[in-house]
């Protein structure tokens, strides 16, 4: 369920920025489009990634766990080090995008990471 979600959401975002950007469409719409583009690709998502863990045995619900935390605490310590910086004016602004993205990353990595601890 989780890859039909995925797959939907580059579809769905994909034509409604492309929708956006031909045709001048009229407050509020933008937003409502915007907001029915993602919220159901990410329900998918969500939804088919706890049910995928629903599912597995314990040792591999501890590998997700860890590799979950592990993302969790590496995108909190940069995002946080990172705010400071950009108070002080050091750093340009970081585009929630490219955290959301890191995150995703840093799931992978701990999962592989993790899963290596236990074979």
């Keep these: 369920m989780q890859?039909?979600?995925?797959?939907?959401?580059?579809?769905t975002t994909a034509?409604?920025?492309?929708?956006?950007?031909?045709?001048?469409?009229p407050e509020p719409?933008?937003?409502?489009?915007?907001?029915?583009?993602?919220l159901p690709p990410a329900l998918l998502i969500a939804f088919g990634m706890l049910r995928?863990?629903?599912e597995q045995?314990?040792?591999y619900r501890r590998v997700q766990f860890e590799a979950i935390a592990f993302a969790a605490v590496v995108?909190?310590?940069f995002t946080f080090s990172w705010g400071a910086l950009e108070l002080m004016e050091l750093v340009?602004?970081?585009p929630a995008y490219a955290i959301a993205t890191s995150i995703v990353f840093l799931y992978g990595f701990g999962g592989w990471?993790?899963?290596?601890?236990?074979?």
Excluded: Q
Aim: hydrophobic share 60%; charged share 20%; net charge positive.
């Design 113 to 119: 990471l993790f899963y290596r601890r236990y074979r």
């Design 52 to 54: 995928t863990i629903r």
């Design 57 to 59: 045995d314990e040792l």
């Design 15 to 25: 034509a409604v920025a492309l929708l956006l950007r031909r045709f001048d469409i």
């Design 75 to 77: 995108a909190w310590l």
């Design 29 to 38: 719409w933008p937003y409502i489009l915007g907001a029915l583009s993602v």
């Design 92 to 94: 340009p602004k970081l």
């Design 3 to 11: 890859y039909l979600g995925m797959i939907l959401f580059l579809i």
